[in-house]
């Protein structure tokens, strides 16, 4: 397990306790993280697991797929470090990260 820290707009921080090879949005649904909505259970489709990552996150989880980069063009608010839950497999490397969740979802 990993410990991963999901910030909310408000400031409010809820550190998880993340399963190694489980993709991201799956951990933060099945701890009851505020904000991942994942409306498509993470077929790449909807966009509501979208997230924010830090420098160095994004390093860690990598680029997004074109798939995921056609689909960050439609989220609201997107950033350089957007990034879609449901694409990043948490890896041990991972631990400690910090993951900011966008005020809007679609």
């Not at 997004?64 to 449901?86: A, G, K, M, W």
């Not at 890896?91 to 979802?105: F, H, K, L, Q």
Request: hydrophobic content about 40%.
């Amino acid at each position: 397990m990993v410990r991963i820290t999901f910030v909310q707009p408000d400031g409010a921080r809820q550190e998880i306790e993340a399963e190694v090879g489980e993709s991201l949005m799956a951990n933060a649904k099945a701890r009851g993280v505020d904000g991942i909505i994942a409306e498509c259970g993470g077929s790449l489709v909807c966009g509501t697991c979208h997230v924010y990552l830090d420098d160095t996150g994004f390093a860690l989880a990598g680029p997004p797929q074109n798939f995921e980069i056609d689909l960050l063009d439609n989220v609201r608010e997107p950033r350089l470090t957007s990034r879609l839950s449901c694409q990043i497999l948490v890896s041990t490397e991972m631990d400690g990260m910090i993951i900011n969740v966008p005020a809007s979802r679609h």
